[in-house]
């Protein structure tokens, strides 16, 4: 046994618990299952042109060589990044945590109190700093978050709006150029007309149903958008406003003023640069928008025995059920960095944010005040962190990279400076000296930072925050380490036991992976930062990228968007701008099974294409004849078809080949939504399908750690007629010769995290991966095979196979009076997390093991169902007091002097042998979701609301 192999650690059965388990599902060997699972027709010839495998302690070694090539200057380019404190009683305990970072979105709430507690910290957080009534639970960054601010100003524009069509959006041209793009990219396919211009000369013309604004601006001006808010309320114009949240410790609250929507990026509150990403962004606004609000909202609401509870709220506004009507498609949030913040905010508490605050501004001021002796102009007439200084930009960027200073240059004759938390007394000075030696003068030397005050007095905070006793009780290390615990107790994570989510492929995050995200080499890089200071990242991604292209089979990839649900945007915008460049454009017709995942027609629609729905067949495929039909109907304006594979319901589907080419036969291209791509690498790919572009979850295939709901990871990969039209960006070139605009905010998206993809590429190599695939297509087949005869799997493939998932059909059981979510809930008394439930069939079960569980750990999975499916068989309609139905049992009602029901604590709390072993308790008993959408309450209020409502 070679210990020292990846693939050995990161793949649970080993070999004897493989050929027990081939024995088991009736098989003489591993090729015998794939060559019955997979068609013969899509599999490679070849396997993958990799490099060899690396051990974990070679990769670490290599990746820490790699880190030496970034170099560490000094940052004060700003353009909403920014040095920060990362406090290490957060990183070790929440960044380093599997505790935190390997937990799944928090969709089964009872086992999952304690991110949805610190998630409402972060709500509470932003509407306490906006001055909003309302806020989600994070979004994917700044840029985005705006973009999402401009849909929902256009969705919800009044009944006169709408019948005139308005639809110019004004654009302050103090917006961060990112930003710009990301609006430019996101507004043409829905019809928006974008207007950039200087704020103090817009005329609030009725031809405008919003506006934006950038508070303080790009250059650090801190302009008056009280007035402007105010005129344009008067002309039924609706204001979004991109405020730095740092800065709004001192600067009042754009709600005051009576902004729309407010929207940011939450990265100064100890997260790190990550040469941009990943970053939890915030949305605010108004509780009228609560239908229209982007992302996940975070509420209160009570469980059966009426203590209160948390959960996701408001769900049937989300595009998993609105589909193409829904306004964003917003999939994946960033709530490992969102829990991070809000900890960040819970442990300096608004003393502590007022500190560091005092201490930016200061400091900027100081500066400032020196520059302005030495005989420089400084042009910002109020300001938080930023200075705007008319200088020759290149002869002081020669100085500053001399001494390993980063300054951004916006144009020949000017420099701005943004301070930041980390920014001493000594490198104020160095500041100073560099601009003193520019003019040739001697420097001025500041001995201390002085208090002082350059926000114009009509925009300084004058609204308390932070109130609530969370924010004011957890300063010292102790408190805080005993909180974050506290809440982590409350969590099932994959340190627990094993999440068999079908479609979201919960495996193994593995250490090695994870360690190098937490050097400062790596965090420590602005993504703006001139491209050969990033020389180590530059490798990493350049690698990454021709690893994800020789893995799907394609010319080219970008690593850009940062969730699938971006992906999918990008993919479709690339086959938009494809088409545009043949004098196609009118081509809008997209193609989508039935069965898609709801962010596929969500996706569509904000492409601006149209969206015509294919039949599946009974047997769960996608029914030919009818896509054929339709193909040739619409072949004139076909645009594209979306198509996952394995399918949605756990198929290889045998007509792959010819669904491809009947779309390239209409003139349309075929988009592959890579969820399932865990079935794929090593034996196929979407490249020999017949695909044209996929994107891919590298939170699911390639191990980035869900995170309790994101970080998350779309790169889209492309075959060689669309690679000139990866997405660019306005400041770092990237993508192709006819590259679209900007998908996220940063050059290369979450750049942080795509180490630990090419860790996990790096250390499996192509034998390991294809054996990840074959382990992950086993696994699914075996748990199929041990629940035969229990639950009846819906769909498999021609010759009764599951892919790496499968769906079990748990309809039957309504004649026992038992629902899906009963058995979802009394899987948390065995000590797991449910499988996908009703999706994308109700009343089903979505099973997918992966390829890190041990037999061992299915067994015990295995062994949960079915004897669930015996308490299912003693139950009935009349029997509303059964064990199911008043699933999951909690510490405090088995310990509780009374026990009211008709069997034992011991049956509702160890109804297998091996839970007292390794008890997990739901912390809260079922809880009441219509109740918690009734009285909505997304804030930590005090508890006198709660007994109000």
Excluded at 855 to 873: G, N, P, Q, V
Aim: aromatic fraction near 8%; charged fraction near 20%.
């Amino acid at each position: 046994m070679n210990t020292n192999a990846f693939a050995l650690r990161h793949i649970g059965p080993d070999e004897n618990d493989q050929n027990q388990m081939l024995k088991t599902i009736g098989v003489d060997s591993l090729d015998q299952l794939i060559s019955e699972t997979v068609p013969d027709d899509i599999r490679l010839k070849n396997g993958l042109n990799l490099d060899e495998p690396m051990t974990e302690y070679e990769y670490i070694n290599h990746v820490l060589e790699l880190s030496k090539k970034n170099k560490i200057f000094k940052s004060y380019i700003g353009l909403g990044y920014h040095p920060t404190i990362v406090p290490a009683v957060i990183q070790r305990n929440v960044l380093e945590n599997p505790g935190w970072y390997t937990a799944y979105t928090p969709y089964q709430a009872e086992i999952a109190q304690g991110r949805l507690e610190a998630l409402l910290n972060f709500q509470t957080m932003v509407t306490d700093l906006t001055g909003m009534e309302i806020a989600n639970a994070s979004l994917l960054d700044e840029s985005t978050a705006a973009a999402e601010a401009m849909s929902l100003l256009f969705a919800v524009r009044d009944r006169d709006q709408k019948k005139n069509n308005v639809n110019k959006f004004f654009v302050s041209d103090a917006i961060l150029p990112q930003t710009l793009s990301l609006l430019m990219t996101r507004s043409t396919p829905i019809g928006i007309e974008l207007v950039v211009g200087n704020k103090d000369e817009f005329d609030f013309s009725s031809e405008f149903f919003g506006a934006i604004l950038q508070y303080p601006g790009k250059d650090g001006l801190v302009s008056d958008i009280k007035s402007f808010i105010e005129k344009a309320n008067a002309n039924q114009i609706k204001v979004a406003v991109a405020a730095d949240i740092l800065s709004l410790v001192k600067l009042e609250a754009p709600g005051k003023f009576g902004a729309d929507v407010v929207v940011g990026t939450t990265q100064r509150f100890g997260i790190p640069m990550g040469y941009g990403g990943p970053h939890a962004a915030y949305f605010a606004t108004k509780e009228a928008y609560k239908r229209d609000l982007p992302g996940r909202i975070i509420g209160v609401t009570k469980d059966m025995n009426g203590n209160r509870a948390l959960r996701m709220a408001l769900q049937t506004r989300e595009q998993h059920i609105k589909r193409d009507k829904a306004t964003s498609n917003i999939c994946t949030a960033q709530v490992l960095l969102a829990v991070m913040a809000s900890m960040y905010a819970v442990y300096h508490g608004p003393k502590g944010l007022t500190f560091i605050a005092d201490k930016v501004h200061n400091t900027a001021s100081s500066v400032a005040k020196a520059l302005t002796q030495l005989g420089y102009k400084q042009k910002n007439t109020s300001f938080f962190d930023t200075i705007k200084i008319e200088a020759n930009a290149e002869n002081i960027k020669k100085i500053a990279e001399r001494h390993e200073v980063n300054f951004f240059y916006p144009n020949a004759d000017t420099v701005t400076i943004s301070i930041n938390q980390t920014t001493s007394l000594q490198d104020a000075n160095k500041i100073i000296a560099i601009f003193a030696e520019n003019r040739e003068k001697e420097t001025i030397t500041l001995t201390a930072i002085e208090d002082a005050n350059n926000i114009n007095a009509d925009l300084q905070r004058q609204t308390e925050f932070l109130t609530l006793d969370v924010f004011n009780k957890h300063h010292s290390e102790t408190e805080l380490m005993r909180y974050i615990k506290m809440l982590e107790r409350k969590d099932l994570s994959l340190n627990h036991s094993m999440i068999a989510l079908g479609s979201c492929t919960m495996k193994l995050n593995a250490a090695a992976e994870m360690l190098p995200l937490s050097w400062p080499n790596w965090g420590s890089i602005h993504p703006f930062c001139p491209i050969e200071q990033a020389e180590g990242y530059q490798i990493v991604l350049k690698a990454l990228e021709e690893q994800l292209t020789e893995i799907t089979g394609f010319a080219g990839t970008s690593l850009q968007p940062n969730s699938g649900a971006q992906g999918e945007f990008a993919g479709l915008m690339v086959i938009k701008a494809y088409h545009e460049s043949r004098n196609e454009g009118h081509r809008n017709i997209c193609l989508i099974p039935s069965s898609a995942h709801g962010t596929n027609p969500a996706s569509a629609v904000m492409a601006g294409m149209k969206v015509v729905v294919t039949k599946s067949t009974e047997e769960g495929n996608i029914d030919v004849d009818d896509l054929r039909e339709k193909a040739i109907k619409h072949k004139d304006n076909l645009s594209c078809l979306m198509v996952t594979y394995p399918s949605t319901h756990g198929v290889y589907e045998s007509a792959i080949k010819e669904i491809t080419q009947i779309i390239h036969d209409n003139g349309g291209q075929v988009y592959m939504d890579g969820a399932n791509m865990n079935a794929q690498v090593g034996l196929t790919n979407p490249g020999n399908i017949g695909a044209d572009v996929c994107h891919l979850n590298l939170h699911k295939t390639f191990a980035i750690p869900h995170g309790g709901g994101g970080p998350g990871v779309g790169p889209i990969c492309v075959a060689e007629q669309l690679v000139p039209f990866l997405p660019g960006n306005p400041l770092i070139k990237t993508g192709g010769d006819q590259a679209i605009t900007a998908i996220s905010a940063a050059p290369f998206g979450s750049s942080l995290v795509c180490l630990i993809s090419y860790g996990y590429i790096k250390m499996l190599g192509a034998e390991g991966l294809t054996k990840a695939t074959t382990t992950a297509i086993l696994n699914a087949n075996y748990i199929k095979q041990r629940l035969q005869g229990h639950f009846d799997t819906l769909y498999s493939g021609e010759r009764g196979r599951a892919a790496h998932e499968m769906i079990v059909d748990c309809r039957p059981f309504k004649e026992n009076g038992i629902e899906v979510t009963d058995i979802a809930k009394r899987l948390m008394d065995y000590g797991f997390h449910a499988p996908t439930v009703s999706f994308p069939v109700a009343g089903t079960l979505m099973i997918e093991p992966t390829e890190s569980e041990s037999k061992e750990e299915m067994d015990r999975f295995c062994d949960a169902l079915i004897s669930i499916k015996k308490e299912i068989d003693n139950a009935s309609k009349d029997d509303v007091q059964n064990v199911l139905k008043n699933a999951p049992h909690t510490l405090a009602m088995l310990t509780a002097d009374q026990w009211d029901f008709p069997y034992s604590r011991e049956t509702a709390a160890y109804p297998l042998d091996y839970i007292a072993e390794n008890k997990f308790w739901p912390s809260v008993r079922r809880v009441d979701d219509a109740y918690g959408d009734r009285n909505l309450i997304c804030t930590c209020a005090p508890i006198e609301d709660y007994m109000e409502a």
